[in-house]
Structure formats: structure tokens, C-alpha cells
């Protein structure tokens, strides 16, 4: 391991502080494994009452060591933290793996605690692991400072905030087999050290092909998803948010911050930084473990060979409930399988070998060779019983079976595609099936966890592609103009722009708003229509002191004509002052209905984790009944937004159901970009909603905009 | 075993054709293996060559053999078939297997091949299983005919189109352990006996508490859910539908044919028959265990007991993602735990039990029944790692976990209540975990499994309550008004009723149909305005000839007044005349304007596979974006009614979303219960489509009706 960023993780000296004769006590147990495994560097045991453990001269402290340490782990009580600490900078050490509880998790106190002793750590430039950590393991370096044995050695490396899934995982590597682990970290309070400085760790760390992280909860989310942004185009990561059902709840007083809560919204973030986000607990291992072995699909469409229509059939509604698609095979390939294979077989994707293959399991290669060979097979799965023909035959057929296991490896290397078995006989360990293992080629029990692990193979060259593009840049300029509108609003202590001054704002960003006339009196009505020259009108009062415009009354629609307007002034305004007889009334807006169209919701909050988050949804039962909305972390590359967008389950009626002619795409894509760079201009702005905004077959019309900035500068 | 339907599954007498010497045919090893497992009956090989196969007389002809035979185990090829079976007809058999393929599925020649064989089985009386199949098993009767090895012995019964299914079952059950089978039937090419007449045969098999189908497809898909709904309200019965994703072409003349394809319509009219559908191959056994294991829940809410942190936040979200509820403790039960548990435990559902269980395993037994005593926990699921205190601790815990799980059995049936566990620890078999599979309890190693297993009893429960209450009793009587109009549309060979026709029918069952008036002329204006009294009306060309009258301008909508229903009437008929100069114009039907509410379609097509069937949905996004739409098979009780508006995942808009009262959900369960009732009484309607309905705060408005009738009494 060559990490530069957390060298203490593979140090060439341990101070074990707290080390003991007990061999219940982790003092002991880790110094045994230490031992045991021929941990390749120095341990000195820590205890003032004991000479001497396990054979090793024990020190009464840690500035007692005769050299310096680079690792302290740490298994003295809570209370003691902040002494050992200052004592550990006595001999310079980088890092420390902290695993007494009792601070910030336990109340108040240990809050303190916790605070004093990490003071300590940043003064004396000593990392902390912990508190409240089952500690690490280092495979490749042979430190396993954390009890679990068994641990099978490969390029997973798991970091954690539950030890005991760490726990399921190890048990489920060594039942599998030909897949291990290079590390793990168990987090604890993440007093220190955080999720995205491990993330950016184990992406330096050689032995480790896929970080695999068991998140509860983030705390610096967006340094998160930037460091996943830049480690997920070489190294896949892999997340399994836990907690996702507790109703995260987050800011509610805009309509975007009521909808922006919970897994979705993280799950959102992870992806559009590449990250892989698992949702079942039983297929966090396979996908790491697909994702650790094999070359990305340079296309999405599937190739299903199978010796059962039973279990091709299956094959394809899995990857189908996964979002994959069948591929529809080449003239040339149908011929050649043909000649292949019986008159009996199905050579419509999923293939049905029909029996070929129990003569000779060899024709299993033929046909990979055929369909990997298809410049419509981006990625190849072979459902059913392979592997297991001597077990189901004869035993002369083992030979045969593990000479097709290396032809099938040789043709993915050759094409350079993904290929993934499914096999019912996986739990035998069958010497084809452990062949396989030896290349790039995974096996499943399962169709299910099969077609997952096509799904995130296929998601990961997509984010790819997209990362690849890079951060946009920002076309627009701060404008100063704008700065003056949020800085007026500051000033008199509002929090909300008026529309007014929210559409000026949008407006000099070259958002196109549709023009509005801010009456004044009655008088003006003339002086508006004429402006506006519109069929039609709507009307909004315009006040500090209004912020549900409609339950004021503060709103009249469709209204026609000179002599309307000027009624509708009088009515609203005359409403607005009977119920608030104080509100400042600084006029009243009329602007041109809006023709009809699609109505979309585009909205942006600060979210305390992730900071500024864009969301995107269609208007009516989408968002209101279905919750189907969208969310990207703030800036958005045009990549995210086609994505946002396209997410959205019922994008199809952007394309013109219901009689409609489609909307113009690209200019919503174009707004959402715009917004995206306004909300990086300008930081005041905490919260953003344009809704409803209706689409057109060109262009667009913002019926409402509402803009929050902070009381000064705030975020 | 003393199933009446097919006792020849549990022979006395078996005759063997094609019995033979060579190892490796079916003839030779069917016997080797029933000698092998001391099958409790005689064995017949037939063979015209040879005198003696493995020791017994071989026979000639089953015509020559000694005695009368309950089963023909039948190997020899497909051109044989028809003089074997009326060979077999000779000695009496009553059933047959027959394993040849080249029938049916072999083309034309094969059908006519299987046809003239079935002939020949119906005239004697033998009931058949295949063609085409891989044989039988039975367990309990050790009777394999099948050639499958390994195979526990246990209660699940699999009657499979895939025998490769049933071999990758029978491997988990391998692994699992505790959990095997009673029966094995391969349907083959169901040339005689069907899905459901397997059903009916397994309900009366004592030694099959659950039986479980792999369907490719269903032949006599109505009879299947008739023997459903009989079976499950006292025995769990298991559907796995493969080929889920093939878009299953039905037809599409109607609305709702378009919509009423595929996986989703299969799933809803299995469910409504009690059946539990699987969808992911590798739950199929663990839910068919859980549901021959455990009593069925009171109540849907789950306790969730766990020993870590990660592992009950797992469990947690796999719940919620399984559809289910975490239960809120009482009171009395918050205190127990806390007298029980440390500080640090969690005591919200999930339970955190924060080590408590490290010392002392017993511990998860007092929690359990403290969980189990509340009244809010209908189902208990522990979660994380017991069974393996021995393996992680100290092999001494070994006596207290097994003691431990004895009490948690002794709980589960004190308490009648489900639970279930979640072990890490399962794999290795310990043997605290395998005493709980010795009682009621069943034990997995993945929360998405248990979650599952929770969500399936949860809903058979919930099935057996609604089937209880019986198929409802039509309450309309056949009203010779309806008739007649079906009978005049059928005389002048029309398949579409007239719009008129439609609403006269549907109000001679008292179904709430706007009034209409039928203008013949333009004259007729003030007549219709006078008679409706509407504000404002929509106008609709009536012809046999028009098909979609929008498009073809037969349709005006908001026409006012004497003036403008005149012109509409001129309009509709100037356009349909023009541009269909032969239509027949029986005239155009004014109705008064429908109120706006929320829209809905009701549709009923009669299934090839499944037979009249009735759809519901939302209108607008709901059905044409996102085809969320819910079918039932007709006729339909109340609680069926009520499931299938619940169902639609936009429902929540019925109880007054977007500012609009709550709709009248009682009119709208009333209308879909008619229309059940007319569609019972009146075979020869074909399609009915009632698009769009539009729901009030009272009442509805049908807006527009289709019916469709057979030409002649069809159906």
C-alpha cells in the first residue's frame, strides 16, 4: 500500500495502548493476531503494570517506546483518550484507531470529551480512526486489528459504520470463495476521519479494485460526492445507504425542500458522482465483486445463453425487472448458431441450447463465441447448469467442461466484454466454475443477482461517459445587476424576493420570463394591456408582507381587457387590504397567461448535507401524488440534466402524449443549466422555485418564480 | 397419500415400457432406482426383447403382463404412443407418463400425433401427464421417476414446466437444509391433465402443506384460479409466472385490451385468488417454507429484534421496501425492554439490543416475549446474528442459544404469531438455528428474504379474509330490456352497440347514465336544450358507421344555448356527411356538460386465457403514461373492488387531491360491482368500456360507453 494520504494504515510500528494479559481483552487479541498472522513491523505493548505480554517488552507509556510510532491503537477507556493522545505526539505518531464508546453517541459529556481529545489529535497532527471503532484490517498487510478471522484476502475494501456487516460479508466471501476482501475500516463517529478521506484513501490504495462503503448517515455529503467524482472514473465504489426509510426530514418551507428528503435525494447525488448505490443488503458483495473482475460494457444490450428454457426465461425477466434490455442478435450470428445447434433450439435471445450441450458441454464456447462476436451483444450471461455436467453426466465430462471454462475466459478477454454465468451447481464449487473464478468471469447462484450486476456494469460505463465530459463550465457572468436585487432585498431585511424582482434576477441570466407590467394604481390598466398585448391575463399582488399570494386573494387569472384589469386591481388589492390591513402593497403584477403546455417543476435547495441540490419534476399527479421527482448536486453538466429529466417516470409525456405536440427539450435543458450556474453566482440564494414552469413545443413560460436568499450572505 | 383425483400418482402398480439394460435410458434407470428405494409396490418392465431387466420379469406387452397397473411409466418413443396406451387400456392403467418429445411442440405432424393418442387415453379413461415431461416424484411414496437425486423429503410439492427449475430447488433445499419436498410433477406439454387439475390434487395430498408452480404460460387460465380460489383459503399455494417480459399479445381493439397484457394482469388475478406470487426466482422456496412453517399473521405490523445496529436498520428498509410497517410499541412493552436492556439499547422498532445479548444469548428470549406479548406486533423478525454466539464467543453460549431458541419456538406458539430469523450465522447450520427449524420458525441469511416471507404471509392473510366472505351474490336480475337491445344489434350485425344503446342498457341495472336527448334534425335544438336544461352540452354523432367519432368530427363539446346546439347539430352532421358520404346517421346525442372530478376508466375484456375480466384506472397520466391500471377477474366482491382502487398507485387523488373535495368512493365500488353483475348476466358482451367516468363528491358521470357484443351468443 502506497496510500499517501493515510500512511499510519500500513505502519511499520504499532503502539497497542491498553495491551493486556487477558485474552478476552482486545489488548490481547490483537497483539496475538498481530502475532500470529507475522505482522511485518514493530508492536509494542503499552500497560504500566506489566513487563512484558506475549513474549513482547511491554511500556508503561507511549512516550517510554524507544522510536517513534506510526500507528497507535488505542483499547484504554474513554476518560483516558486525551492523555494517551498527548502521549502518542511524544513519539510522533500519524494515526490512531480509537475503540472505547462513551463519546459523542452517549450525550453530552462524551460530546465534551470527544471534543477535547480531537483537539488534541488536530494540535499535535495525529489522524483518529474512531472513537467507537471495531477497528481495521489490513490484508495485504497482514494487520487485523480487529478480531475477525477468517477474512478471505482480494480487492474489496470495506468501510463501515456497522462492524457486524462487515461481519456477513466476510462469512458470505468465504462461502462464495475466489473473492476477498483488502481492507476494512470501521468508521465509528467518524470524529476524525470521514467517509470521503477513506474514499479518497482506498482510491490510492493498489490493493484495493472497489471501495465498498455501509453508510448510515453522511455527514459531509458533498465532500462525498466530490471525492467520488474523481475516484469512480478509474475505481468503481460501491454504497449501501442505510436508514433509508426513516423520513429524513429536512427544510420544508419551500415546495422543493418538502419533496427533497430521504434516499431518493441521496441516491440521486451518489449516482450522478458514479458511485454505485446497492439496495439489497444480499447484493453488495456480488456487485463489488462483478464490478472488481470484469471490463465495462461499451453498450447496454444482453446476450442470454442458457441450457434450460427454464432458466433463460428466468434470466430475462430479471434483467428485465432491472432495467436491461435484450439484445436483438445480427443475421450473421442467428446463421451461425444455426449451424451450431439443434433444429429444436431457440435461437431468439435468450438462446435455448435445447440439449446441445449435454453431449458436449464444449458447444456452451461455440455459441459464446457467436454471440460475443455480435456487435449487438455488448454483454453476455450464461444461465443454468454450467459447470455441473460431470455432476449431472458423467465425470469424463469435467475435462471437457474446464477447457470450455478457459475458452469462454479467453473469448472475453479477446472481445473484451463482460460475460457472467448463472449457475445452479455455484454452491458445489464445481473445478469449472472455480476456473472461471480464476479470470475475470463471476458466477452467480442467482438470475437476480446476475441481472443487478449487469444493471450497475452498465450504469457505471454510462456515468462514466458522463463524468468524462467534466464539470461544466459556467457560461454566464455574475451580473451586477442581480448582486443588487439580492443585495436590496438583504438590506431590508426580506428573506423573499418579490416576483418581480425574482424574474429581473433570471432575466439578466437571460432566462427567458415572459414580460409583466407592475400596475400601480387602476389608472395603469390601460398602460398594461397595451404593453402586454395579450388575450388574457393574470394578476398577483406584489408584497413583502403576502407570501401565499392565492390564499390572500392576491390572485386573479384570465382576466381580459382594459376594464378587466382594472377590476381585478381593485379586487385584489382591495382583498389583500381587508384581510391585511398593514401589508405593504408595492402594486400588483399582470403578466400574459401562459399557453398551455406541459407544466414542469424546477426547484433548488441547500441541502445541509449535500449543500446546493437542483430538482427537477413534472407538475400535477408526478410530483403531487407520486413524488417522482429528480435531484442533482449543483453544478450539472448537460449529461445530468438529459439524465434528471429522463428519470422522471412519466417523461414520456414530454414527448406529446395526449394530443400535445412534444416540448421543447432543449430549452429546458438549457433553463435547468442556467439555473444551475445562477445558483453557483450567487451563494446568497438558498432556495429557488420555478413552478409552475410550462413547456411549450418552443420555448417555455415561468408562471411563478420564488427566490430565498440568506439574511447576509449566507451557506 | 389419498388424493382421489389421481391415485395412479401413488401406484400400487407400475408398468415400465421401454424398460431397458442399458444404464443410460430412462427404462433402465427408473427401475434401478425404484428397486434402489425400496418402492413399496410392483414393478412391470416392458420390453418385447428381453426376458429380465435387473432382476425382474420383463414383459413383452403391457397387455401380457399378470395383472391390471395403476401407472404406465411410458420411455418409448413418440410414434409408439397411441398403441401403447391402448395397450395399456387393456390392463386397466389409470394414468400414464409419457417422456417422449416430438408431440405438440414439435409442429404440425406432432399435433396430430398427440391428438389421436389423447383420443385414444379419453376413450379408456387414462389421464396422461405430458407429453414431453421429465417425469414424477414422490417422495413420501418413494416413487422417483424422475432421476433427480438428492432430493429432501418434506412438504413442498413443485409442479414445474422446467424440470431444470425443480433441479435448482431442490439443490437450495439441499443447502438449506429442513426444508425438502413431498412431490415433483413435470406438466410437459399439459396435452391432458392441467395446472389446475395438479392444484386440485395437490389440495387433497396430506403430505403437500404448500404447492408450488413454475408457469411458462397457462393453457386454462380461469379454471386455474377457480381451483385457487377453492385451495387457499386453507393451503398456501406458490405461483412463479416466467416470461414475465415477453408483452403478451392480446386483443388491442379496445382501450382497455390494450392495457390488459402481460405480467401485471396475471399477477392481480392470481392474487385475487389467494395465490402468492413470487417474482424473484431465488425467494421461491424461502416463501413457500415460510408459509409451510408458520400461522398467518393477525395483523400486518412486524416487530424487529436485533443484536446490530446495521443489521436491524437492514431489516428495517428491506420491510419497508417489501411494503410492510414497523410496529409502534406500547407502552407496557417499552418499559419491559427497558428493564431488560441497557441504557445504550435502542428501544424504538427496530430494537437494538447494544451488546446485550453478548453476555448472555437468553436475553433475545425475554426481549422476544415482550415483542410477542404486544398487541401491535403481529409478526416478530430477529435480525442479525444469533445462532452464532458460540462461533464468535465462547463455545459454552452453544447450551444457552439452543435453550434460547427453544424458548423462542415455545413463544411463537404460545403467542400463535409468526417469527422469523435472520442469521449471518445460518450457513454454518448451528444448532441453535437448526432447532429452530425443527419447530415453526424459519431462519434466513438475508433481510430481503425474511422481508419477503413477512410480506407474503401478510397478504395471505389478508386473502383468506377476503375469500371468506364468499363470491357475491348477483344482485341484479337479467332485465330482458338489455337483451333485447343485444339482440337487435346482433340481428343487423353490428358488433358496437350505439352510444344510445350502451347508456339504455347500463341504466335497465339501475347504473347512474346522464340524461340524453337524440336529435334526428336540427329542429330538434330547442327540444333537447329545453328537456337536458344544462348550461352547457356536449354533442356526439350516433352511426353505426362512425367508429371514433372524434376523428371523424362527430363530436362538439361546451355548445350553448338553443343557437349553438342547432349549429353543432348542423356541424357534426355536415362534416360526417362529407367525409363519410355512406354513414348511416341515426342522428347525434346531446348531454349536458359532466361536472369536472377526477376521471377514471372501467373496462372489462373477456381473456382467452382467463376469461371476463374487469380493469381499473385513473385517468389522464395514470393509465396512458405510467399504465397504472388494476384487473380482477369477474365476478368480483366488494373486497376485491376495494383492493383493486387501492391498488392504483395514484389512488391517493380519489380521497381530494389538488384543492378537489374527496371523491364518492361508495358510487364508484357500486358501478364496478354492476358492472361485474351485467357482464355475469350477459355472456355475449365482449368488451365494455366506460372511458372516461368522471368521480364527484357525490356520484358520477359516465361520460362515454362502448359496448361491445359477439356477433352471435359468443363466449
Known sequence: MTSKLFSFLAPKTIAVVGASKDPSKRGYQAIARLLNDDFDGLIYPVNPREPEILGLRAYAHVSALPGDVDLAFICTPASSLPAVLADCARKHARGAIVLAAGFSEAGEPGRALEARAMAIARKHGIRVIGPNTNGVLNMHRRMNLVGLSDVERGSIGVVSQS????????????????????????????ADVEFHEYLLHLSEDPDTAVPVFYVEGFKAGRAFLDAAAKVTPSKPVVVYKSGRTESGKRSASSHTGSLAAGFNLTRDLLRQSGVIVVSESDKILSVAEALARMPLPRGSRVGVLADSGGHGTIMADALEDAGMSLAELSAGTVAELRSI?????????????AGATDNDPGVFASCARALLADENVSILVIAGMFGGYAARFTQSFLDVEVETSRAISALARTYDKPVLVQSVYMPLKPAPLMELLKGTIPVFIWAET????????????QARARLAKGPRRILLQQQSSAAAIIACAQDEGREALLEPESREL????????????????????????????????????????????????????????VDGVRKGYEAIVGRVRSDYSEARIEGVMVAPMAKPGVEVIIGVIRDPVFGPVIMFGIGGVFVEILKDVSFRAIPVNRDDVVEMIDQIEGNAILNGARGMPPVDREALIDLLLAVSDVIQLHQEIRELDLNPVILHDRGYTIVD???IVGKDGCD
Not at 163 to 190: C, D, H, P, W
Not at 450 to 461: D, F, I, K, S
Open 163 to 190: 462492524g457486524n456487516v462487515m461481519l456477513a460479508l466476510a462469512a458470505e466471501a468465504k462461502r462464495k470463495g475466489a473473492v476477498g476482501f483488502s481492507t476494512y475500516i470501521g468508521v465509528g463517529n467518524q
Open 341 to 353: 445447434l439443434p433444429s429444436a433450439a431457440s435461437i431468439l435471445n435468450p438462446i435455448d441450447v
Open 450 to 461: 446476475a441481472a443487478t450486476c449487469v444493471a450497475e456494469l452498465v450504469r457505471l460505463a
Open 506 to 561: 433570471l432575466v439578466a441570466y437571460g432566462i427567458d420570463v415572459p414580460s409583466h407590467y407592475l400596475m400601480q394604481s387602476s389608472e395603469d390598466a390601460d398602460a398594461a394591456v397595451f404593453s402586454l398585448a395579450a388575450p388574457s391575463f393574470a394578476m398577483k399582488i406584489v408584497s413583502p408582507d403576502v407570501l401565499h399570494k392565492s390564499e390572500a386573494g392576491g390572485v386573479e387569472l384570465r382576466v381580459r381587457g
Open 705 to 707: 418564480s420564488r427566490i
